[in-house]
């Protein structure tokens, strides 16, 4: 089975995420967190971690700063902030919905279709 | 809110796109050490780290570019960057460049040019506060000029004491000529135009003077103090706009009259009243001395708000029969009717199709700019078909080349609007000052915000016009094909050049309709100018004369004969006489009837009359049919004597001889001595009215003011000097009238027809311009093309005559179907200007004939050019080449 391809969205989600649960972090250490979580499931570009990452702060849910990692290369770090805490919790609550509401249907049995069809 | 706030961010990060960018350089550069450093510590050899670094990154450019997508502007940023290569391409096709952007010029400077023409006399409302309520009332069948239109003073009170629809009724004298007073100062005395208006004219117009105040009740009574108001052209010029003059006195005829105000700058009678006239002060009309004057008042009247035009029109029905001409004596008659019109109506009502008229061809003199670009554009298509090719392969989508081609486009005509608008500023300044035409409100022409609108539209509109279609021709093209050989031979090109066939059909189709337009045109012009006006106006020049008679006949008659004798004394002059009227210049009315008859309602007409000196009639050329000219000694009390034209002969005694018989005269007997010609009062196109001249001497009639016309084989110019100079040892109050050549007076009555003629024609001939342009193009664009073919045929033997005649005959073949297209399109077009045609008809074979042939020449010439070269190909230049 190949990787998965992110739903438009999604990414936005996994960086605030990411960074709610691990401080402040660098792009390269967003990426790589979230290849490792999903389990290398995710189909991810490196790259388009970037056009996530300007629209989040332009938006004002993150903010930047350079600063050195740990091993001693400098790199532009990226915070969750106050407003973008607050849009995770909303989207995280969409999304658990989202997800309850998908799997109901996707459970949908033939036969409970043909009723309401009767109906 | 954070939506806000992002558009803000994107706005401040389009600024800012230097930094920005090195700041994700530097961020990418990082992430590819980071991820560098992290493979190293898994144990890979350098090269294959750095490799795995970059693959999971997925492209830095890619990375780059997506990022710039959802940070910055990136419409604008394609914007700026097809602008930047539009401006580099077309800079480098400078030959391209100019003749695209001078041809778009020239269709839209004229478009602005006529849209300000048109929204000035059509579209926009008269200069004057709810200007709709404004309402110009007329007698219903206008037969007899100004007095026909007129009414009494009494009846204007009457009526705006007893209807109910209008919130004021004004009016102002019709019979003012023009330079009617003398103004004396410093220096000769200056002849001026003055017109009595009624007390209420300027507030019912919602007029405010700019200085001083209205007429007041007071100004308006018998043997009050005399007031006037100046016109602000006239104040200007005469007075350097000095305010100090309201107050003071000026000398008018004589009489010292204070100045009491002074009228803006907006406010211009004549081009609203009387088109091409000026009138340099207002006096109140004094409705007291002007009771006997019969219809003298043209009446004006502001309809109350909610009135609707019918409603006024039915009160008006039922009162207008009801008032008295006179209420001293009401046996004068009181057969009033009433037509009322719009003002806005009256003013350019009788200008509405004509304008339409101009409109379309303006617009079609666009459509065939547009159809001339896609031409061009087409050819140099073919030219870029490789680069744009290139461009596709290179990544660029579809929508992305017709966005840049649409982008040039713009440029074009965004750059031909500009030079339109400095060329419709210029020939809109030049025509605001063009006083001989007759066509109202033409003093207040200018290019407003509506005629900017106006041109940003067609600016828009004709680069979506023109830029499309070969923007998505070429969006569309074949890549490998183009790639190939840059699309030569390949079944592209033919298709393109059947494109280009048809643009070119279209376009001599359309040249073909304003050329028949305006040769319809041209011709009624003609045909208007071949007219038997009834008198020769090319021959005689006139001038009005200061004198004072103290309105004795008989010291007028001795005035007159005195000016008269010198002025024939002069050298050069062959001819002299005095008319108070001239013909197509000021009028007026009686009536005249035969004695001893009774006649129906409707029979008889009313008649322009005229009050002659002896020899006038020969003096301006009028032709005496039967009888005798008026005498000096035709001065008897009892019985006056009367000259008439042939309508009243024919009308009056139908199928006899007049002379010798006795008429009613504007109320006095009179004997027929002779019958004239008929003569066209008020201009070439309308049928003589009828007419009679009565004798000066005659102490029944009064003359209105006195022209003297002198008939001559020298320009009149050479003489003015000669007669000025007379006049003034007769008279040396004489003021310095111009002498003008009557000739003046029909050419301003015909002008309205010249000025729409000259422009169809203008348009016209652009068109056909522009058609050799396209054919030209389109031959020899397909002659380049077929060079190597050209170049074959002519090593295997043929000859350079055939080669000529081939490329000819296809020109001829794009010419041909254009005209028999162009031709269908005519006849329907010339029905719908029919109207507007005199003693033409609109499916004249002469013009239709003559249209065909010049567009056949100039077929023929655009093609010979192109026929020249192919025939002149080097066989084996042409075969090595390529």
């Known amino acids: 089975m190949g990787k998965l391809d992110l739903l438009q969205g999604t990414l936005d989600l996994m960086v605030l995420k990411t960074l709610a649960a691990m401080g402040p972090q660098h792009g390269y250490g967003i990426a790589r967190r979230i290849e490792q979580v999903s389990g290398n499931e995710v189909l991810l570009n490196q790259g388009t971690i970037y056009a996530s990452l300007v629209r989040l702060e332009q938006r004002g849910w993150i903010e930047s700063n350079w600063g050195v990692s740990d091993n001693n290369r400098k790199a532009k770090f990226y915070a969750i902030t106050v407003s973008g805490r607050k849009q995770l919790a909303a989207d995280a609550r969409y999304w658990a919905r989202l997800t309850g509401v998908m799997d109901k249907v996707l459970a949908m049995s033939p036969d409970l279709g043909g009723e309401e069809g009767a109906a | 809110m954070s939506l806000l706030r992002r558009c803000r961010e994107r706005v401040r990060a389009f600024w800012n796109k230097p930094a920005l960018d090195a700041e994700l350089e530097a961020e990418l550069a990082a992430h590819l050490e980071l991820a560098i450093d992290e493979n190293l510590k898994r144990g890979l050899a350098p090269e294959e780290a750095r490799r795995l670094a970059l693959v999971s990154l997925g492209g830095m450019e890619q990375a780059k570019e997506q990022q710039r997508e959802e940070r910055g502007l990136m419409t604008l940023d394609i914007l700026l960057q ?89 009016g102002y004298f019709a019979f003012s000529g023009p330079d009617n007073n003398k103004l004396t100062g410093k220096g000769q005395p200056e002849p001026v135009t003055g017109l009595m208006v009624a007390g209420n004219f300027f507030p019912t117009l919602g007029v405010e003077p700019l200085l001083g105040r209205q007429f007041s009740a007071e100004d308006c009574l018998k043997n009050s103090r005399p007031v006037t108001m100046l016109s602000y052209p006239f104040w200007k ?320 008659g001795a005035i007159w004969q005195q000016v008269i004798q010198r002025v024939k004394q002069i050298p050069g002059v062959e001819g002299a006489g005095i008319s108070d009227n001239l013909p197509m210049s000021v009028n007026r009315s009686w009536g005249i009837s035969a004695k001893g008859h009774t006649y129906r309602k409707g029979e008889l007409a009313d008649t322009f009359v005229y009050v002659v000196s002896p020899g006038y009639l020969h003096s301006i050329g009028m032709r005496l049919v039967k009888g005798r000219d008026i005498r000096w000694e035709d001065n008897d009390k009892k019985q006056a004597v009367v000259v008439i034209n042939e309508t009243v002969a024919r009308h009056l005694w139908p199928g006899e001889d007049p002379v010798g018989r006795i008429a009613y005269a504007g109320g006095v007997e009179a004997q027929v001595i002779g019958v004239v010609a008929d003569v066209h009062e008020t201009n070439a196109e309308t049928e003589a009215g009828w007419q009679m001249y009565l004798s000066a001497t005659a102490p029944q009639f009064g003359p209105v003011g006195a022209n003297l016309v002198v008939q001559t084989k020298l320009p009149p110019a050479a003489l003015a000097s000669g007669v000025t100079r007379v006049l003034r040892e007769i008279n040396p109050g004489q003021p310095a009238n111009e002498f003008r050549p009557i000739q003046m007076l029909v050419d301003h009555a015909s002008s309205p027809r010249r000025f729409f003629m000259l422009l169809v024609g203008a348009f016209a001939g652009l068109g056909l311009l522009l058609a050799a342009l396209g054919i030209y193009g389109v031959i020899s ?95 084996m230049v042409a075969l090595r080449d390529n």
């Not at chain 2, 110009?136 to 109910?164: C, H, V, W």
């Not at chain 2, 090593?795 to 162009?822: F, N």
Request: hydrophobic share 50%; with cysteine.
């Open chain 2, 237 to 556: 010029r005469r007075f350097g706009a000095n305010p100090g003059l309201v107050g003071q006195t000026i000398d008018i005829d004589g009489k010292q009259v204070t100045v009491v105000g002074v009228l803006p700058n907006t406010f211009d009678f004549g081009s609203v009243f009387s088109p091409g006239a000026k009138v340099d002060f207002f006096g109140p009309a004094i409705f007291g001395d002007m009771e006997d004057w019969g219809n003298t008042m043209a009446l004006v009247g502001r309809l109350k708000p909610g009135v609707t035009l019918g409603l006024a029109q039915s009160e008006a029905d039922s009162l207008f029969p009801q008032l008295h001409s006179n209420l001293k004596h009401p046996e004068y008659g009181d057969n009033y009717t009433a037509n009322l019109m719009g003002l806005k109506d009256y003013v350019s009502g009788k200008l509405r199709r004509s304008l339409i008229v101009l409109w379309c061809a303006v617009g079609m003199i666009l459509l065939i700019v547009c159809v001339n670009l896609s031409n061009l554009l087409l050819a140099r298509a073919a030219a870029r078909g490789k680069e744009f090719a290139l461009r596709t392969a290179l990544g660029a989508g579809r929508g992305r080349i017709v966005r840049q081609l649409l982008t040039e486009s713009l440029v074009l005509s965004g750059a031909g609007a500009i030079l339109g608008l400095g060329m419709a500023f210029v020939i809109v300044a030049w025509l605001a000052h063009q006083g001989s035409i007759a066509l109202p409100l033409l003093g207040s022409l200018r290019i407003d915000g509506a005629a900017l609108g106006w041109t940003l539209l067609i600016a828009l509109a004709t680069s979506v016009l023109f830029g499309l279609a070969p923007g998505l021709r070429m969006g569309r093209g074949n890549l490998q094909a183009a790639l190939k050989d840059g699309g030569r031979g390949a079944s592209e090109g033919r298709s393109h050049e059947r494109m280009r066939a048809v643009l070119v059909v279209s376009e001599v189709g359309l040249a073909c309709v304003l050329l028949v337009g305006a040769g319809l045109l041209l011709r009624s012009f003609l045909q208007v100018l071949d007219v038997d006006l009834g008198f020769e106006p090319s021959h005689s020049a006139a001038i009005s004369i200061a004198y004072d008679d103290v309105g004795d006949a008989v010291k007028r």
């Open chain 2, 781 to 875: 664009y397909s002659v380049t093309q077929r060079t190597q073919e050209i170049g074959i045929r002519m090593a295997l033997g043929s000859s350079t005559g055939r080669v000529q005649r081939d490329v000819i005959a296809k020109t001829l073949w794009l010419a041909v179907a254009g005209i028999v297209l162009g031709t269908v399109a005519s006849l329907a077009v010339a029905r719908l200007i029919a109207s507007m045609l005199f003693a033409t008809s609109p499916w004249d074979g002469g013009t239709f004939a003559g249209m065909a042939v010049a567009l056949l020449a100039v077929a023929l010439v655009s093609g010979y050019i192109p026929a020249r070269r192919a025939s002149r190909i080097d066989p």
């Open chain 2, 82 to 170: 097809d602008l930047k290569y539009t401006l580099r391409t077309l800079g480098r096709d400078r030959g391209f460049t100019t003749v695209a952007i001078l041809i778009l010029a020239l269709g839209i400077g004229a478009n602005i040019a006529v849209f300000s023409v048109v929204n000035t006399l059509l579209l926009r409302p008269l200069p004057f506060t709810h200007s709709e309520q404004l309402v110009r009332i007329l007698e219903k069948d206008p037969k007899g000029g100004e007095s026909s239109m007129t009414y009494s003073t009494d009846a204007m009170q009457e009526f705006q004491a007893k209807n109910r629809s209008f919130q004021q009724v004004t």
